[in-house]
């Protein structure tokens, strides 16, 4: 656990110094020469002459607003998400925000500061605020300047820049831990040597998918401007400078036993070393045998997520965000394949790590004997050469007693070099897990795939220096548009309280639990749930009911009379209900606790009914779309889709409770990737004269007070219930086990909220199909 606790030290170091950086940008008062005053009004900021052929304003507190209608959107685009951070993506006006870790992103993919300057100068409406210049290059003046690069098995410290080494080796351990090699004994694995012992090497060119996001900005009228960009660009002109002369690198050995000591003095020095494994020219560890079947085919944006991460033809360690549904497990195994060398799969219960194993098998040629699993059921023995594991963060991190077999197989995991470690939802690992993990695998690159960047806590930020930056994030809408992903209908159904469940939730003695149960039992939500399952049913729709209260869910399904599935249900059952319910039209609904959240694959629902949930969770709200995000076999491919829906979400929420208020919170993030909330406040009452002429199960105020009657009595059946749910998650998902443990943390101004866009503006659509639209915007949506 030693390197495990060197990691985690390493990552708080980084994190804090990211914090004071920011720091530059969010003081209260803004330098006279800006001419800003005090707060965020930015009236006063200097446009340009022409600023209405530039697509961007930039104000002094970092945050970027980009039109998403102006003609030069899609390369700005590219632009922004490569150095800074989406806060929100609405349909029209975009808005980013600059921090540390998008900055460290950027450099990591070879994108120099003064690049990123002279660029964003170039696409802003108004003149570049000098704080925002000074705050990018504080941020990248030295990350990036150093690599720590895997190459012939030997560990290098690289750099394009002398200085930068001579300073690092001016420290004692680092120069202690320094190999000072024989270059006329190493063969073809070494380049020349320069007057400092330093082994010259021609860099590493940037891949073109990187670099156009540059050169896409610019005028193409105006040659003198781009050739002059492209000079201060490394590696734009595939690894030369404006000259025509190659680019080189010069680097220095260092003892692999020693690695992590200089890491940790490199950042003592202001110079953290970003982790790069040229798995190529590994000889050592065997390659699997795996390659891409013909029929695999990435779509665009998952080539360009792997472009980020194999840029310079070597393994970048980071973080990939694509929606559920976007085809990520895809996009790890191509990752996987590109490497070819031994790769561990981190999922987050042993559903996950079936269905990797599947779709390794599915997507690639790997033989049978090179792909095992490793979970409480089942232990395969990894081949001795070279394999893929899939297992869960939870085998890998117990601390307790192992079974002889568990330990025969953790002994190997352990004994071995793994090219990469795939670490599945990654949003679900918390630092002291991964400092568990760290522990036991020695990987040498790491890819961490997430939808939703987000947690209720502040540990995000740390997965950016324990994993690696964010190496991409697509944007839904566009995805959507596009027909990759369904085009949904997020519906916020209003539920009044009926007058028996509202006079009990208003007494001062009704304790926090069972108000709880009373606005997720509210008679009124009840017959909205069966109104809609009915109508969703009739056109032949595939639905989900969630409800995070099992006692609520079992009563759900038994007024529907639908299988339902929760912690307890026996592996079994479970997999023979979710396989009706795929394959035939037997079952067209069924009923899921927060077991469904994730790692359940139902390509074929299109509705989601969600009648309780974890307090103000955003990450799980965005989970539960993503149950239905798949594209269906009815999906236009050609944009025509904008503007019809072939997926809905519905929410219903209780009016005048608690519920109003963590349904507001836990839309945070969806509003953030530009969905609309439509807000029904009268469907109750059809459903109440549904209720009486179709004789629902709960149809009459005499239903509602038999009901209210039960609740009152069945607290301690309740908390059974829920303490029997909480256990079996906790005993079988890792992710599972955090939410059943989990308290609601509210923070404010905290940097997780900046990386997963949790602050930020905030809108709704409110009215019906009859509501008139702005003339505005008629136009755009006939198209």
Not at 81 to 110: C, D, M, Q
Not at 448 to 472: C, H, M, Q, W
Request: glycine share 6%; charged share 25%; aromatic share 8%.
């Amino acid at each position: 656990m030693e390197k495990a606790d060197e990691e985690y030290a390493n990552a708080t170091k980084l994190v804090q110094r990211a914090a004071d950086r920011e720091a530059l940008l969010t003081s209260s008062t803004w330098s006279s020469s800006e001419g800003q005053p005090t707060g965020s009004d930015f009236s006063n900021l200097k446009l340009k002459p022409d600023h209405n052929a530039r697509p961007c304003w930039t104000a002094p507190d970092g945050t970027i607003y980009l039109e998403a209608f102006h003609s030069l959107y899609a390369s700005a685009y590219d632009f922004l998400v490569a150095i800074s951070e989406p806060v929100a993506r609405p349909e029209f006006l975009h808005e980013y925000k600059l921090t540390p870790y998008s900055l460290y992103a950027a450099v990591a993919t070879n994108i120099d500061t003064e690049s990123i300057v002279r660029v964003l100068d170039r696409l802003s409406k108004n003149v570049l605020p000098e704080k925002v210049a000074t705050f990018i290059r504080e941020c990248t003046k030295r990350y990036g300047k150093a690599k720590l690069v895997l190459k012939h098995n030997k560990f290098y410290v690289e750099s394009e820049h002398p200085d930068v080494l001579r300073e690092l080796l001016r420290d004692s351990s680092i120069s202690q831990a320094r190999v000072v090699e024989d270059t006329s004994a190493a063969g073809d694995e070494s380049g020349a040597t320069d007057k400092d012992g330093f082994v010259i090497n021609e860099k590493a060119a940037e891949m073109e998918e990187n670099l156009k996001i540059l050169r896409g900005t610019e005028d193409e009228s105006d040659e003198e401007e781009e050739e002059d960009l492209l000079a201060t660009t490394p590696g734009a002109s595939r690894g030369r400078d404006n000259q025509g002369k190659k680019l080189t690198t010069v680097a220095f050995q260092i003892r692999a036993e020693q690695v992590e000591i200089v890491k940790k003095q490199a950042i003592e020095l202001d110079y953290p070393l970003m982790e790069e494994y040229d798995f190529r020219n590994d000889t050592i560890n065997p390659n699997v045998p795996m390659d891409l079947k013909p029929h695999a085919r990435i779509r665009r944006y998952q080539e360009r997520s792997l472009a980020k991460m194999f840029g310079n033809g070597r393994a970048r360690s980071g973080i990939i965000v694509l929606p559920c549904g976007a085809g990520k497990t895809l996009t790890g195994v191509t990752a996987a394949q590109t490497i070819k060398k031994s790769v561990i799969v981190l999922c987050t219960n042993a559903v996950s790590v079936l269905q990797w194993k599947y779709q390794f098998q599915l997507w690639t040629n790997i033989p049978d004997d090179r792909i095992c699993c490793f979970t409480s059921d089942k232990k395969e023995i990894l081949h001795p050469e070279s394999c893929v594991l899939v297992t869960t963060y939870t085998m890998i991190s117990y601390g307790g007693k192992r079974s002889d077999k568990s330990k025969e197989v953790m002994d190997a995991i352990s004994g071995r070099e793994w090219g990469l470690m795939l670490m599945d939802e990654v949003h679900v690992v918390p630092a002291k897990m991964f400092r568990r993990v760290v522990g036991s695998v020695k990987a040498h690159c790491r890819l961490g795939l997430t939808a939703t960047l987000v947690r209720e806590d502040d540990l995000i930020s740390d997965l950016n220096f324990l994993i690696g930056p964010k190496l991409y994030e697509a944007n839904w809408m566009d995805l959507t548009a596009a027909g990759y992903l369904a085009n949904v209908q997020c519906v916020e159904v209003w539920c009044p309280m009926t007058g028996p469940f509202m006079g009990e939730y208003l007494k001062p003695d009704t304790n926090a639990r069972l108000k709880q149960l009373l606005y997720v039992m509210n008679p009124s939500k009840l017959r909205a749930v069966e109104y809609l399952v009915n109508f969703h049913e009739a056109r032949g729709d595939k639905i989900i009911v969630f409800s995070d209260l099992v006692y609520s869910l079992k009563l759900y399904a038994d007024m529907l009379k639908k299988p339902l599935i929760y912690g307890e249900t026996p592996e079994k059952e479970r997999q023979a209900i979710l396989g009706i319910f795929r394959s035939t039209k037997a079952v067209s609904t069924i009923c899921l606790s927060k077991v469904g959240d994730t790692s359940i694959d139902l390509p074929e629902a299109n509705v989601v009914i969600q009648v309780s949930s974890h307090f103000g969770s955003r990450r799980q709200e965005a989970q539960r779309l993503g149950r239905i995000l798949r594209p269906k076999s009815y999906t236009a491919t050609n944009g025509t889709n904008r503007s019809s829906f072939n997926a809905f979400f519905y929410t219903l929420v209780s009016t005048d409770t608690q519920e109003m208020y963590y349904s507001a919170k836990r839309q945070q993030y969806l509003i953030d990737q530009g969905y609309t909330f439509k807000i029904v406040t009268n469907l109750c009452e059809l459903c109440d004269v549904e209720a009486k002429i179709n004789g629902f199960a709960y149809s009459t105020p005499e239903h509602d007070k038999k009901l209210l009657q039960t609740l009152l009595m069945s607290d301690t059946e309740m908390e059974k219930d829920q303490r029997n749910e909480d256990t079996a998650i906790r005993k079988n998902n890792a992710d599972g086990a955090a939410l059943a443990d989990a308290s609601v943390k509210r923070t404010a101004g905290s940097t997780m909220s900046q990386l997963s866009g949790g602050t930020g503006m905030r809108y709704r659509e409110i009215g019906g199909s009859s509501s008139k639209r702005h003339p505005l915007f008629s136009k755009r949506m006939r198209k």
